[in-house]
């Protein structure tokens, strides 16, 4: 137990599928960030929220959405993904740049 | 784009060998952590790394950052099928948290 937890585990979707991811943290951190772990890219950063607002989006399609409601919980909001964003996407917390708490990730595969 | 360089890629070592894994930066660092990932589980932190010429040791394990702030290294004593996994070393550039591509531990009984 990491103190943050993501939902679902594993998910399959279709190209044309709308889904999200969700991650809720228990430690009180300030930061949330999303990361994507891929064999061709091992821990790719693809957003941070600190206090509860965007302050990093690395480059990252626009058919990847994240929201941020509250300093506990961050999802990640899928539309119209393509096979090569199946990965393992990891959602980590932190005390403004300390270390991250990592959750056990959500393994996507996108048919 | 900020980076940092770590080597080597994969090391397969016999149980009881040493292991070692390095980080290099071209900029001067504030400061350097390291994860390890066992396979199929999450990045887990081990360290954190503030100081010029900093040791840090935990059991079999020892971390360094170099003098100039600019390199670090991993070194795993008498290695155990325990310590399988992937080790990552990371550091702060602006808000972001960038990671080394890993090195991949395998551990031969």
């Known amino acids: 137990e990491t103190g943050v937890t993501q939902t679902p585990r594993h998910l399959v979707m279709g190209m044309t599928n709308k889904k999200s991811l969700k991650c809720e943290q228990h430690?009180?951190?300030?930061?949330m960030y999303w990361y994507k772990q891929s064999a061709k890219k091992p821990l790719e950063l693809m957003f941070v929220?600190?206090?509860?607002?965007?302050?990093e989006n690395n480059s990252v399609p626009s058919r990847f959405s994240p929201e941020c409601p509250n300093s506990s919980h961050l999802f990640l909001h899928l539309h119209t993904l393509q096979p090569e964003d199946s990965a393992l996407y990891l959602c980590?917390?932190?005390?403004?740049?300390?270390?991250?708490?990592f959750g056990e990730g959500s393994r996507l595969t996108v048919l | 784009g900020q980076q940092v360089m770590q080597i080597p890629q994969y090391q397969h070592v016999q149980e009881g060998e040493d292991f070692t894994t390095y980080c290099n930066s071209s900029?001067?660092?504030?400061?350097i952590q390291w994860y390890k990932q066992r396979p199929g589980g999450h990045p887990v932190f081990l360290i954190q790394?503030?100081?010029?010429?900093e040791v840090k040791k935990q059991k079999r394990l020892t971390f360094q950052f170099g003098e100039a702030k600019k390199n670090s290294s991993l070194h795993i004593t008498a290695t155990q099928t325990t310590d399988v996994g992937t080790y990552f070393c990371?550091?702060?550039?602006?808000?972001?948290?960038?990671f080394g591509a890993g090195t991949i531990l395998r551990v031969k009984s």
């Open positions: 980590a917390s932190s005390h403004f740049t300390g270390e991250l708490f």
């Open positions: 430690l009180g951190h300030n930061a």
């Open positions: 929220y600190s206090l509860e607002e965007r302050v």
């Open positions: 900029t001067t660092l504030s400061n």
């Open positions: 790394l503030v100081k010029s010429g």
């Open positions: 990371a550091v702060v550039f602006g808000n972001k948290l960038v």
